[in-house]
């Protein structure tokens, strides 16, 4: 298992201390970047949910539609861009909706929640109105929690990103860890073109302008591109391996998943854990 506990203890922390919870998702992966054992835990700790689908921007209206509709039926669910400003409306609106039935005097805290990278700290920020905690390309940027007061009734809290996957693949994959910090880049790449070019074969043609078809012949490729290519001629794959990976965290590679590569189309029943 990959994951980091320090951060997961953090987090859970967070949660049972909060009055409802936004799960933050990445509209290019929304079901992949769902944190189902935040979910069980925020349920058991008896919070309403929100899903928060963000990078809104880098996905058609129709998908975001299909996926809105199918996470509907457990939680209520809002897409979003904080980088266009796309949606905050909405979001407001789903917030107070939740919160109002919390009665009490004081005002509503809700916990920002998520995969790293998905945008949480962004969206604190488009809540507040002005920048008030940091964001940055790389995922992990927030260490610490920071409670900011975005309306005289709603306080939100910003957290670390928190992950659970099989392996460093897959958290590649899901735009969890910063490129320098990976131990193979190389094969994590590889895997990661294999993904991306099964959803849509010409993308990388498309962004490096390579026709190859190989994964490896690929990062080969971008490497000649690029000039990334030792004195002795060699392609510097550690290096390519590490910008392909930096161009999908930042949306540069345009690739998303839609609820059939989910199998939800096909699914009778979604597991209903609560409704809002
Ligand atoms: N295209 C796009 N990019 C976004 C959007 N929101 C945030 N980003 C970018 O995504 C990256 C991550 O944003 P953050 O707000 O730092 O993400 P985070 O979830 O707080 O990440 P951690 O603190 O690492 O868990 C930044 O480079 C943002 O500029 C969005 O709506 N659209
Ligand atoms: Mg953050």
Redesign the pocket.
């Known amino acids: 298992m990959f994951f980091e506990r320090r951060k997961w203890v953090q987090v859970k922390k967070l949660i049972s201390e909060a009055d409802l919870v936004l799960e933050?998702v990445d509209a290019r992966n929304p079901e992949g970047t769902r944190n189902k054992e935040i979910e069980k835990y925020a349920l058991k700790s008896g919070k309403n949910i929100v899903i928060v689908i963000?990078?809104s921007?880098?996905v058609p209206r129709s998908v975001l539609e299909q996926w809105r509709r199918v996470f509907s039926k457990e939680f209520l669910t809002v897409y979003i861009?904080?980088?266009?400003r796309l949606g905050t409306k909405k979001l407001w609106f789903i917030i107070k909706k939740v919160a109002k039935e919390k009665i009490s005097n004081k005002p509503v805290k809700a916990a920002v929640v998520?995969y790293?990278?998905?945008?949480?700290?962004?969206i604190i920020n488009i809540l507040k109105g002005k920048h008030s905690v940091g964001?940055?390309?790389k995922?992990?940027?927030?260490k610490k929690s920071t409670l900011i007061k975005a309306s005289t009734w709603l306080k939100v809290l910003d957290t670390?990103?928190v992950y659970r996957e099989k392996n460093e693949v897959e958290a590649v994959f899901k735009g969890c860890i910063e490129p320098e910090k990976i131990t193979d880049p190389v094969v994590s790449a590889i895997e990661l073109i294999k993904k991306l070019m099964k959803k849509k074969g010409k993308v990388f043609e498309e962004v490096y302008g390579v026709k190859e078809k190989e994964p490896l012949k690929i990062l080969k490729g971008i490497g000649k591109i690029r000039g990334l290519v030792s004195g002795r001629g060699e392609v510097k794959l550690g290096e390519v391996a590490k910008i392909v990976i930096r161009d999908w965290l930042k949306?540069k590679i345009k690739v998303y998943f839609e609820p059939r590569d989910y199998n939800y189309l096909n699914r009778e029943k979604i597991p209903t854990l609560r409704r809002n």
Not at 81 to 84: N, Y
Not at 139 to 142: A, E, I, L, Q, S
Request: charged share 20%.
């Open positions: 933050v963000n990078k921007d880098l861009s904080a980088r266009e998520g790293p990278n998905t945008g949480k700290s962004a964001t940055s390309p995922p992990g940027f927030t670390p990103g949306g």
